[in-house]
């Protein structure tokens, strides 16, 4: 099962237990942190993928609709707040919900279950199926399903393909690939390899083996590697 990483923004400590505890009981939800205050929260938009938005309105310093209207918010936004007058424009700044205290479990389902609808909508949307690497005096077309994996060789990358007579030499580094495909297609998991998680035979201890080969996890990478894994059971 896929699960999509949340934050809540809230400074009602009750209010804040509450959503928490209706997060916890939706399969599909991780809770990645906390916050009683937007400039915290949004100082943690900024460094970190987010796929749904928790937002109460009324806090100090800076209001969950000054936070909307500040800065370009790239996750779902579920407002959670007591008062309705600002319904209206939550939704000119396209939110994906407004819940009004005190909601119930069941409001809160509907309002997560639009978000996850409108998440996998924008997921099948902007997936790439293929990208074009440099290679010699030309561009290679490579179909991101049929890479197994990269492995740095000094100043070049080797593109192992399912095809086994294809290995796709280029200077593109491993940065420009992180920027072209997608962490759930192909992720880093060491200063030299990225790996196709469909790919993957089976993970024991710090090492994956893939297409018959050991590829080792460094320390870096390993956190946000597992984390990928735990989205797809």
């Given amino acids: 099962m896929i699960k999509y990483t949340c934050i809540i ?3 009602e400590p009750l209010a804040l237990e509450k959503t928490k505890d209706f997060v916890n009981k939706v399969p599909f ?3 990645s942190a906390t916050f009683d205050n937007a400039l915290t929260g949004l100082t943690y938009l900024n460094n970190n993928k987010v796929d749904l938005l928790f937002l109460d309105i009324n806090m100090d310093e800076l209001s969950g609709i000054e936070l909307l209207e500040s ?4 996750s779902q936004v579920i407002i959670t707040t007591a008062y ?6 939550g939704y000119e700044l396209q939110i994906t919900d407004y819940l009004l205290k005190p ?10 279950n639009k978000a996850q609808e409108n998440l996998v909508h924008h997921a099948s949307e902007s997936q790439p199926d293929f990208i074009f690497v440099k290679t010699e005096n030309r561009l290679e077309k490579i179909m991101l399903n049929e890479i197994v994996y990269i492995e740095g060789m000094r100043d070049y990358r080797r593109i192992h393909t399912v095809n086994k007579n294809i290995k796709v030499m280029t200077l593109q580094n491993f940065n420009e690939f992180e920027a072209l495909i997608p962490p759930s297609v192909v992720c880093r998991v060491h200063k030299s390899y990225m790996v196709a998680l469909n790919k993957i ?8 083996k ?10 870096t990478y390993k956190e946000a590697f597992f984390q990928l894994i735990n989205n797809r059971q």
């Fill in 201 to 208: 035979e089976s993970i024991e201890r710090s090492r994956i």
């Fill in 210 to 219: 893939i297409a018959d080969q050991l590829i080792p996890i460094s320390e």
């Fill in 71 to 74: 800065s370009k918010i790239n």
């Fill in 84 to 89: 309705q007058e600002y319904a209206l424009k």
């Fill in 9 to 11: 923004i809230e400074d």
């Fill in 103 to 112: 909601f119930t479990f069941n409001r809160f389902l509907q309002a997560v």
């Fill in 29 to 31: 939800l991780h809770l």
